[in-house]
């Protein structure tokens, strides 16, 4: 008796066809997720890449350049994949295109 009064107090399991929902609820929350994970960092990332990208395709010998390293020098030649950086006085060096940091030379506007 006392276990029948225990039972009637202990809620009681949903039928399986009656849980769920549709499955657009259940994906909601994770297309949710991956929009605001696009928005706030594949986005940006994409946009600094390609600005990073056609910096480093404008590079032409005599610029002076920072390396990510921290490297100073003047561009003496570009190859496609490679930059030859003069460091010092009979000192040359390759880096790869993706080690610019910034360009140091003043952009010269046409008149």
């Known amino acids: 008796m006392l276990l029948a009064s225990f039972l009637n107090f202990v809620p009681q399991a949903k039928p399986a066809s009656q849980q769920g929902g549709s499955p657009l609820s ?3 929350p994770f297309i949710l997720v991956f929009v605001i994970f696009y928005l706030l960092i594949i986005m940006p990332s994409r946009k600094k890449q390609k600005k990073h990208q056609e910096m480093v395709e404008q590079l032409k010998p005599g610029d002076k350049i920072v390396t990510s390293g921290g490297i100073y020098g ?12 003069k460091v010092a006085a009979n000192v040359k060096v390759d880096i ?5 940091a910034a360009i140091l030379t003043p952009k010269k506007e046409d008149k």
């Open 96 to 100: 790869t295109k993706g080690a610019v």
């Open 26 to 28: 259940v994906l909601l």
């Open 74 to 85: 003047t561009v003496m030649g570009v190859q496609k994949d490679r930059i030859e950086l």
